[in-house]
C-alpha cells in the first residue's frame, strides 16, 4: 500500500498505472484490484509466477505512455518523481532521465542519500556509451571518479519510444543474477540521449527477507557467469574498452557479498573456509584482481582485495567477520 499510495498522490497527475501481480500467495491480487476500483488510472495484470523481470515485461507489453518507470512494490517515490524526471526528459528531449535514491532501513530510518553527480546535466551520441555507461556501471578504478550513478531499472524514466524501437526487454533474474546491469546494458545501445537529476528520489526500502540476502551455494558461479555474460554482450555492442574495464567492479562488488554471506551463514567455521577458499582461488576471479587498479579503491576494499589477491582466506574471513 506505501509503494501504491506514492504514485496514486504524484504531483503530475496524469499517469498510467499497471500494477502486476506475479503470482502472489497473499492477498496482493486483491489489494491491487481494490486500488483499482478507487482509481480509474490503475490497471492490474495477475499472471503466474515468472520474477521481477517477467513481471516488469508484462506491463510493458500494455504500457501507452510516452514514457515509462519501474518502481518495487516494497518502495516508494517521492511524490515529486514523475514531474521532475518527466519535465527534464522533455526539456532536453532525452531518451532516459536518470536519478538518485535513498536507502531505508527495516526500522524506517532514512539513511544517505546516493545523490549522482556528473560533470554535466546530459550526455547525448558516442559520450553515452563511452563515459556515462562506463560512469554507471562503475567508478573508474584508475583515477577514483565516483559519480554516484546507480545501474538499477528504478533509478530511471526511459522513453517507450526507445524501448520500442530496440524490441527490448528484460532478462530474467532467474537466467542471469544482477539482471538489472545486464538488461540496461543491452538498452544503453540505443540510447541516443540521457539527461541526469541530481536528487535523491527513490526510497528504496531494505528487507531482512530479502532474496538478495539468502545464501545458497551456487551464488559464485552465478556471479562469474553474470560477468562472463556482461562482457560477452559489450564486446558484441562495440563498447569501448573503458565500459568492459569498468565490468570488473559489480563482478568483484558481487562476489563480496557472496563471501560476506558465506560467513554469516549458520555453517561451521570450517565449511566456510573451504567455501571461502573455493572463491578465492577462482582463476577467473585471480586473473581479473590482478588486470584491476587497486590503489585508488576504498581502503577497507582495498584490503580484503588484497588478501583475496594474495589467497588469504583467515584474512579474507575475520575482514568479512568483524566488517559484518
Not at 533509478?155 to 517507450?160: G, Q
Not at 526507445?162 to 532478462?171: E, G, L
Request: one cysteine or more; a positive charge; charged letters at 25%.
Amino acid at each position: 500500500s506505501r509503494c501504491i499510495e506514492s504514485v496514486l498522490a504524484q504531483t503530475y497527475t496524469n499517469l498510467e498505472i499497471i500494477l502486476v501481480d506475479d503470482g502472489s500467495p497473499d492477498r496482493s491480487g486483491e489489494i491491487c484490484e481494490e486500488y483499482a476500483k478507487k482509481d480509474n488510472r490503475i490497471r492490474v495484470i495477475h499472471k503466474a509466477n515468472g520474477g521481477q523481470s517477467t513481471a516488469r515485461n508484462a506491463a510493458l507489453k500494455l504500457v501507452r505512455g510516452k514514457y515509462i518507470g519501474f518502481v518495487d512494490s516494497d518502495d516508494y517515490i517521492a511524490l515529486d518523481t514523475i514531474e521532475k524526471a518527466y519535465s527534464l526528459a522533455v526539456q532536453e528531449k532525452s531518451d532516459m532521465v536518470v536519478f538518485g535514491f535513498c536507502n531505508v532501513k527495516a526500522n524506517g530510518e532514512t539513511g544517505k542519500a546516493v545523490i549522482p553527480h556528473t560533470e554535466k546535466t546530459t550526455f547525448s551520441g558516442q559520450e553515452v556509451q563511452d563515459v556515462f555507461l562506463a560512469d554507471l556501471i562503475g567508478p573508474d578504478v584508475k583515477n577514483g571518479k565516483q559519480t554516484d550513478l546507480w545501474m538499477s531499472a528504478w533509478a530511471c524514466l526511459y522513453s517507450l519510444e526507445m524501448i520500442q524501437k530496440a524490441s527490448w526487454r528484460f532478462v530474467s533474474e532467474r537466467e542471469i543474477i544482477s539482471e538489472d546491469i545486464y538488461s540496461l546494458l543491452g538498452l544503453y545501445k540505443y540510447v541516443n540521449r540521457v539527461a541526469v537529476l541530481s536528487e535523491a528520489l527513490y526510497f528504496y526500502c531494505e528487507n531482512a527477507g530479502s532474496l538478495t540476502h539468502t545464501y545458497k551455494k551456487d551464488r559464485y558461479n552465478k556471479i562469474k557467469n553474470f560477468y562472463k555474460a556482461c562482457y560477452q554482450l559489450a564486446t558484441e555492442n562495440n563498447y569501448s574498452d573503458n565500459v568492459k574495464d569498468r565490468l570488473s567492479y559489480p563482478y568483484l562488488s558481487n562476489t563480496i557479498a557472496a563471501m560476506k554471506m558465506i560467513v554469516g551463514s549458520n555453517q561451521p567455521k570450517k565449511e566456510q573456509l573451504k567455501q571461502l577458499e573455493t572463491v578465492i582461488n577462482d582463476e577467473m576471479l585471480q586473473e581479473v584482481i590482478n588486470k584491476t587498479p587497486l590503489t585508488k579503491e576504498k581502503m577497507l576494499r582495498k584490503l580484503l582485495l588484497e588478501a583475496i589477491k594474495r589467497r588469504r582466506k583467515e584474512l579474507c574471513y575475520w575482514m568479512l567477520k568483524s566488517k559484518g
